[in-house]
């Protein structure tokens, strides 16, 4: 249970961190991409995360069923 914890740690950080850079980059008028895509880590993290939490929730479901 440990290891998936320190995994999920490790995305969020990297997502942050690769975003922390485009925001740097951006504001040093180094790279000239919209904003959307500057934040473009942090966003693509969250909808990484929902639809693993969908797809598990759906597993656990169809398996409370098949149970019952």
Known sequence: MQNNTVRAT?????????AIIFV?????????WSWLWVLS????????????????TIIGIKKIKKKG
């Open 24 to 32: 740097v980059l951006k504001l040093c008028h180094i790279i000239e």
């Open 41 to 56: 880590p942090m966003w693509i993290s969250l909808i990484i995360d929902v639809v693993i939490i969908i797809v598990v």
């Open 10 to 18: 490790l995305k969020l950080n990297w997502s942050i961190l690769i």
